[in-house]
Structure formats: C-alpha cells, structure tokens
C-alpha cells in the first residue's frame, strides 16, 4: 500500500444556496422512508417457501412419487433416495432443510425381514406412528420428518407440515424429530441475527465517524480503525447479548470460531464502508445503508430463512457477503460446523475482493490527484494570478516533461480582498512531490 | 495574514470540552459542508470513534436482546369459559403448572370469553363445553401468543378427554402472516420523524426552535402517507379505507411526537441529542412497542415500559384499529397523546429558560449573545448519519 503524503492543496470552502442546502439535508429520511419498505419489507413481510430444498428417503416406487409430486410445485426442490442413513445426514450436513422418511412394512412380513427398499423406523418414537395394520398383505407405513429448527422455525413448519401431508396420504401419521433444535434460549432464534446487525452497525459506524473527524485519514489509518472494531465489536456484542443468551451450549472452541466469522464480517463491512466512501465521498451514508443494510440484512437469512425468501433475495443470499457470515455462524452453532466452510468462503471472496479495490481505487484516486496538482501548480508557476510567491525545486526544464517534480508553495501575502466578492481565501500551505507522464 | 496552517480551535474562546468543538461532526449531512483543511483533534477522534459505536452496541445488544430473546408469557390474560367447577379446577392448575404465565379470567358465558378477545381484555380464549374445548386467538395481536394460546387449549381438551378446535377472531391479512408489517411502518415512521429534525438542525447551524417545529409538522404530514404508500406496494391489509386513514393519522400523530421529542432533545442537548434519541425512540422504544414481542410474552421489566412508553401507544392504537375493530385503541391513543403533549410543554420550558438566560448573559457581557436555542442546535453532531445507520441495526 502506498500511502502517499496527502497533500494540502489550497481548498475554497464553497457553500452551497440555503435552499438546496436544506433540500439535499432531506434526502437523508426520504431515503430512508422509500427505500426501508421497499426493499426491506419486499423481502420478508410474507415468508412463503421458494424451491426449499426436501429429501423424501424410502422405497423407490414409493418415494419417487411423491418427491416428483413435492418437485412439481413452486414451494419445493425435492429429491428422492433409498438410502435411509441420508435422511439424518443430509439435514445435520445441511445439505437439505429438512428430510421424510417412510418406512414401508408389510403385514404378513411381521416378524421376518423386511422387503427390498423398506426401511425400519430410524428411531422407537418413530414407531408410534405407525400404520394401523390393514387387510392380510396391505403395506404399513411410517414416516418421520426430519428437521433442524436452527435453519428457520419457519422453514422448520414447511417441511413438517410436508412430512404431515405425506403421512395423511398414506393413511398414517407423522412424527418430528428436530436435528438441530435451537438453543432454550434462543426460542426464536434471532440472537445470531442480531449479532450480525448489530456488529454490523459497529463496522460501518466507524468508517462513517472516522470520516467525519478525520476527513483526510490514509488508507491504512481506516483500515486500521475497522481492525479494531472487528476485533472489538463481536466481543463487546456476543459478551453482552451472552448475559441474557449464554453460550448456546457450544463449547469455547465453538465459541472463537463464532467470534472468528463475525471479525471477518465486521472488518469486511467496514472495508465496504471505505469504498463506498472512496466513491461517494460525503453521501457514503446513502451508499452504505442500501449495500450493508437493505440489500445486505433482508438477504442474510436471518429474518426470513433463504428458503422463504423470494426468488430475487434468495439469488443475493447465495452471493452476498452478509449471507455467508450468517450461515457460516448458524452452521457453527448449531450444526457442528457442517457446511460452514461454503459459507465463509463466500464471506471471505467479498473481504479480498473488497480490500483489492480499495487498494486499486485508492491508487488510482492518488495519482490522479498527484497528477492533476502538479499540472496545476505547472500552471501557476509560469505566471498564475492568484499565487504571488512561489518556488519550484525542479524548474530547469518543461515542468510537463519532467519525471518528478516535487513543489512547494508558500502563502506569503494575501491582499485584504473583502470587497471582492468572488474572492476564495487560500486556507492552506501547498507542498506536492510526484510524477508526470 | 499568518503563514501557518489555520488552526483549528477557536482562539480565545471556553468551550465546554463534551461539545468537542473542532470536530467535523456538525457539518456533514448537508452538501460542501466539509473543509478538508480542518482535522479534529485526537482526543476528539478517540472520543468520536470509540464511543459512537460502543454507544450503539450496547444499547442495541442490551435492548433487544434482553427483551426479545426468549419470550415466555407472562401474565397472559387468558379467559376460560364454562361450568364454574371446571374453570375453578383449570385455573387452580394452571395457577400451580405455570406460575405467573397466565393471568386467568373463569366464566359461565362463551359469548363473554369471546369478546373478552375481540375487546383486546384477553389475549385468547377458552371454552369449554362438554368434553368439547373451542380455542379463541387473535393472530392479529400477535402471531406469537396466539399458538401459545392455542397450546393451551390443546392441555385443556387433552385433559379433559376432548378435542380443541380453533377460532381466530383477528386474523392477520394473507400478506403479513407474521403480523410483522405494521411495526415496519412504525419505524419509518420514527426515522422518518427524527432524522428530519437533526437533518435541518444540521443545515441551518443557527436554527430557531419553530424551524424544528415546523420541520416536525411537514414531517407527519409528509412520512405517513409516503411510508404507508411504500409498504402497500407489497403488503394488502384487507381493511377499510377508514381503517387504513386512520391508522396514518396515529402514524402523523406518533411521527409528530417523535419530530417533538427530537427537538426537545436537541434543544436541551445539543450534540448529546442522538444519544438520547437513540435511546428514547428506539433502544426502549422499539423492543417495548409489542410488535417483535407482545406485551403479555415481554420480560417484566418491558412490559412496565410498554405500558408507558409513545412506541407502545402508538403501535397497539394501531393494531386496535386494524385488527380489533377499534378496541382499546382510546387508552393507546391517550398513552401516545400524553407523550405529545409533554413534549410540547417541555420544549416551551427549555426555550423559555434558554432565553432568559440568553438575556442573563446579554446584561452581564453587554454583549449579543446567542440564545440557548440556536447554541444548542447548532452543537448537533453528524447525528443523522448516526441515528440513521444506528437505526438499521435495529431494524
């Protein structure tokens, strides 16, 4: 990173007409005000599933059937297999939100081995919902809806109510059992959302406070800054949401790899918020809430699982940075890590990505500005009117074709211009070094 | 001229150090307010980027989280109907099964238990008749205390041999099924109040307080509607038209009180007013509201809260008139007008005292000093950006 001296350039404090002064100040909450239910209510006021992911584990010419009937819809993307051990992986792995598991016995098969394709009920509860027996030869039917409440209590509600569904159609009921159920207290399973919020306001809160103190801070001094609060920000947040919360149960490994995720998301925000800086300089604020907040919180699938989301959010929640942070901290909670590993890549993608820019934009925003001071101050020296001292330390050749020049001008006198009103006060020494080509 | 650097601290002048005087705090929002020739000293860079964000995440994390995290009912008003020897011998044992969970009403008349429900008196209701048990929810109220509700009913009929079937009084519109959307509005509206009343303190650095004030009055006039316009692109509440002015008018009463409350507090505040907005409209005001929680499921801490607070007032009026018919929606409105009005009584007091003061330090420098007003306005500190991205943490 190459931090150039940032130069003080004789900056005119322009103002601008009361008038729009006053207007452009109200474009603050009429942002806010339109973009809020637009965006943010858009996404979750109406969780409805979308292509949520089911996997209906059993005997093929039973199963088949019915995952092709649940594929058939919008709400489902279900898929069928025979392999009974997947039907509790695949959720505990996160591969799927939740699974069925129909168990096929037939009733002059009691007491021998079961046919080809037929499964045992995967635990005893299940066998409690077992078929009465039929007529002499008629299968018997049982079904288990596997499902993980850490994934979404609405999410949670779809797939039972699928297994039920299932089960009416085969004449018998169906029993739930929750493979990742959420902590007792975390009934509604917001805290890791809320965590993510709220360290989020800690990223973004410093760029903005940094860039209103200190206007002209390098590169490395906000970066520097947004360190800090990654680091700070997830203890300061899981330490106090942790006296009402405690530690989910997870252990102090569990524990660090949380903090670890929410560091990394804190610092990517805040590097988000440098950018956003570097291109919208004061109207940040506009820049950051629509990308770390409307397009960032409603897709994270924290307040409306991924599955519920509609079609445009559930395509952010597969690429943006707030998504992976979110899923990567569930699936450290509540799933033993499975599937985190997808999810912070995509997380991390974004926090080198974002940094690379920065650095690019930054460089790029620095020799620009070298280059347009220098010609600036080539300018003056052949005779520029406003200037009335000067000095060059290279001023034997063309100043525009010299490999570097390095500048100082020193304010020596300024007339009283007062009566002058277009008269812009010189507020500053000037002192520039750079090349030219 | 001098040939150094223009400093940036004002000569010759005492300043009260909490109003950090150097920094760039007060002249962001608006257009070409920012002299880049100006840094801020570094106590008020530490002070600036250590304390803004830790304000925020305690507030949030300690708010929110204590009230939101785990809600249990808590003196749930719940009415069962039936014969009186088994509502005596239900409510005995709900009274032993779940100490303080529920706050039991016994009748003989189904029809009272009922509208115990639709009056909001009760959060549901149970009737018992024969071995027959007929659960009454309001999803309307909230959707997370009717299936608890619902459960309830479920032990009974489980207990008494029966079955339960479920009747919902209030339901939710098929938009919002979380009943989520009008607390949604309740925070543009709240944003909306605030963030207009610190973006023009912030234009106009010597603003008077009737500026303020009529800032506050364009900004009811204008958010409601324009919010409510926003979120009917997605949410249909299947109300009346006169149910649905009505509850824009709570929403221009509440936008007021928090255009009021704003001002006060930067009258009275100055640079400190975000803080106290902050704390006010939204770290107790949103999580005590009863939207993300109802009132009957809150700790008891915010359940006080809620019964006092201009959020609550203003929410449950809402919901009274959306869902209920208008019930109760009196005692919120009256909860929130209360709010309006002190606000008003209070801003009237700082000005009065901010101008004889004024006048105090007039006579004693012989000199035109500036009221307490104007000083305090324009001491108001980068506080839109604040609240505002404070508030979407919330949010």
């Known amino acids: ?437 | 001229m001098s040939p150094t650097t223009p400093g940036t601290r004002p000569e010759g002048q005492h300043r009260d150090p909490l109003q950090m005087p150097e920094n760039h705090l007060d002249m962001v929002v608006t257009p070409d307010s920012v002299d880049p020739s100006r840094e801020a000293s570094l106590r008020t860079r530490i002070i600036a980027i250590v304390s803004m964000p830790l304000f925020f995440l305690l507030a949030f994390t300690l708010c929110y989280v204590s009230a939101t995290h785990a809600p249990v009912p808590h003196d749930m008003a719940v009415t069962i109907a039936g014969p009186a020897e088994v509502t005596s011998e239900l409510t005995d044992g709900i009274a032993d099964q779940a100490e303080n969970a529920f706050a039991v009403t016994a009748t003989t008349s189904a029809d009272d238990a009922r509208d115990s429900v639709l009056k909001r008196d009760a959060v549901g209701a149970v009737i018992i008749d024969g071995t027959n048990v007929t659960t009454i929810v309001a999803s309307g109220g909230s959707a997370i205390a009717a299936p608890v509700v619902q459960q309830l009913g479920q032990r009974i009929a489980t207990e008494l041999g029966g079955t339960a079937t479920v009747e919902n009084v209030a339901p939710l519109p098929a938009d919002d099924p979380s009943g989520t959307v009008l607390f949604y509005f309740l925070i543009v509206c709240t944003v909306g109040g605030f963030l207009s009343v610190t973006v023009i303190s912030q234009a106009i650095p010597k603003i008077r307080a009737r500026a303020m004030l009529a800032t506050s009055v364009g900004a009811a006039l204008i958010v409601p509607p324009l919010g409510f316009s926003m979120v009917s692109v997605w949410v249909d509440f299947e109300a009346t038209f006169g149910s649905i002015a009505a509850v824009i008018g709570i929403g221009m009463i509440y936008t007021l009180t928090v255009g009021l409350i704003a001002t006060l507090l930067t009258l009275a505040l100055g640079q400190g007013a975000v803080l106290g907005e902050i704390l006010i409209l939204i770290a107790l005001n949103f999580p005590s509201a009863g939207a993300s929680v109802p009132e009957s499921m809150l700790p008891p801490f915010w359940q006080v809260i809620h019964n006092g607070w201009l959020g609550s007032g203003a929410f449950e009026s809402m919901r009274s008139i959306m869902y209920f018919d208008g019930n109760q929606s009196g005692h919120w409105l009256a909860q929130l007008l209360i709010w309006t009005a002190a606000a008003i009584v209070l801003i009237a007091l700082v000005i009065i005292v901010q101008r004889r003061r004024g006048a105090a330090v007039h006579q004693n420098d012989g000199s035109i000093a500036p009221t307490g007003p104007e000083r305090s306005a324009e001491a108001q500190a980068g506080a839109a950006e604040h609240a505002l991205v404070g508030t979407a943490g919330i949010v």
């Open chain 1, 1 to 437: 990173m190459t931090d150039s001296p940032s130069s003080q350039t004789a900056v005119p404090v322009r103002r601008s007409a009361p008038v729009v002064k006053i207007a452009a100040a109200f474009l603050l909450p009429l942002f806010f005000v339109i973009a809020f239910p637009l965006l943010f209510v858009g996404a979750i006021h109406k969780p409805t599933p979308h292509e949520l992911s089911i996997l209906v584990v059993g005997p093929d010419q039973v199963v088949s059937q019915i995952a092709a009937g649940l594929d058939g819809t919008d709400e489902y993307a279900a898929t069928a297999t025979d392999v009974v051990d997947d039907a509790k992986s695949s959720v505990e792995e996160r591969k799927v939100m939740g699974s069925i598991l129909v168990s096929v016995d037939t009733a002059d098969a009691a007491g021998n081995a079961a046919p080809a394709g037929s499964a045992a009920p995967a635990d005893p509860a299940a066998a409690t919902a077992t078929a009465s027996p039929g007529s002499a030869g008629a299968p018997t039917y049982t079904v288990t809806t596997y499902v993980a409440n850490a994934e979404g209590r609405a999410v949670a509600a779809t797939v039972t109510a699928a297994g039920e569904k299932i089960a009416e159609q085969l004449g018998t009921t169906a029993t739930v059992e929750d493979l990742a159920p959420l902590a007792a207290t975390d009934t509604l399973g917001v805290t890791l959302f809320y965590l993510l919020t709220y360290t989020s306001v800690g990223g973004y809160l410093v760029v903005i406070v940094l860039m209103q103190v200190m206007p002209k801070a390098r590169l490395s001094t906000r970066f520097g800054a947004v360190t800090v609060a990654a680091i700070a920000a997830p203890l300061v947040a899981f330490g106090l949401s942790s006296i009402f919360v405690g530690d989910y149960g997870a252990s102090f490994g569990t524990i660090m790899g949380l903090l670890g995720v929410i560091a990394l998301y804190v610092f990517t925000v805040g590097s988000v918020g440098i950018l956003i800086e570097q291109f919208l300089g004061k109207a940040a604020t506009f820049g950051i809430m629509l990308f770390v907040v409307f397009l960032n919180f409603p897709s994270a699938g924290g307040a409306a699982p991924a599955a519920m989301l509609p079609p445009f959010w559930q395509f952010m929640h597969e690429v943006y940075f707030g998504a992976g942070a979110y899923e990567a901290m569930r699936s450290i909670v509540y799933f033993g890590g499975n599937g985190a590993a997808r999810w912070i890549f995509q997380l991390l993608a974004w926090t080198f990505g974002i940094v690379l820019i920065n650095v690019v934009v930054y460089l790029a925003k620095t020799v620009r500005r070298q280059k347009r001071e220098i010609a600036e101050l080539s300018r003056a020296a052949t005779g520029g009117p406003e200037l009335q001292g000067q000095s060059e330390a290279d001023s034997t050749g063309d100043p525009a074709s010299a490999k570097h020049v390095k500048v100082e001008v020193y304010q020596l006198y300024e007339p009283d211009r007062t009566e002058d009103p277009h008269h812009e006060p010189v507020r500053a020494l000037t002192q520039s070094e750079g090349e030219t080509r």
